[in-house]
């Protein structure tokens, strides 16, 4: 990490602040979700900056960035006050959340350049999640401010954004050094291991993996 440029750090640093910006829009200016984002961030923040996560153990203590915030997701889901809270949300400031997806793959490639993740985890690999950060924009803008998209097309540019979501998770994990990994070996995915990257799985994408399945939920039931 002594050799990364603090320039990508902080464009990072500056996309984590823009997806807790607009989170926090979606949800209403809410200051209890601000305040949890922000000490969840902060903890873990603290937690990586002692070196704890780039040490390589079984368990992996990587687990301990995504399943938390993955729980909540869940929990938010099977209870009725989590509901309501989901269905509460912003669909406009959901949708405007996948825009950050842009310069996530721009960190990511700068990353690669500098040896902390695989080419496979980039839009030169076998990541194509940019397209969902390049789309919506016009998403946003047809469907939610002009209102002259069709509610199943973005039904279906939500569900296609999960996948392609989930297809980086998915290499992302398998190119962590582990005995899983499948992806990387002449250049394993450990960027995520520290800080401020960590972000990246403990809070990033589970706040898009939310914005996608709380606007799918909306779409779904027909709900405004």
């Known amino acids: 990490m002594e050799n990364l440029p603090i320039a990508i750090s902080a464009l990072f640093i500056l996309t984590t602040a823009l997806v807790l910006y607009l989170f926090y829009r979606a949800a209403n200016r809410s200051r ?27 368990p992996p203590r990587f687990m301990l960035l995504p399943v938390p915030a993955l729980i909540a997701v869940i929990i938010l889901f099977v209870t009725k006050s989590g509901r309501k809270f989901i269905d509460g949300l912003d669909a406009r400031w959901l949708t405007a959340v996948h825009i950050s997806r842009i310069p996530v793959e721009l960190v990511l490639l700068c990353l690669f350049i500098y040896g902390m993740v695989p080419r496979t985890m980039t839009f030169e690999g076998r990541n194509f999640d940019i397209f969902s950060g390049i789309t919506a924009p016009f ?44 992806f990387g070996f002449e250049q394993p995915n450990v960027a ?29 039931y027909n709900k405004k």
């Open 32 to 58: 209890i979700v601000l305040f949890i984002s922000l000490g969840w961030l902060l903890l873990q923040g603290l937690i990586s900056c002692t070196g704890f996560y780039s040490v390589l153990s079984m």
């Open 192 to 220: 995520v291991l520290y800080f401020p990257f960590v972000w990246l799985p403990c809070f990033v994408v589970p706040v898009v993996l939310l914005a996608h399945l709380a606007c799918i939920r909306r779409l779904m």
């Open 139 to 182: 998403i946003l803008w047809y469907g939610y401010v002009k209102h002259k998209m069709n509610r199943t097309i973005i039904l279906v540019w939500n569900i296609i954004c999960l996948l392609l979501l989930f297809n980086i998770v998915l290499i992302a994990i398998f190119a962590l050094p582990l005995s899983i990994q499948q």
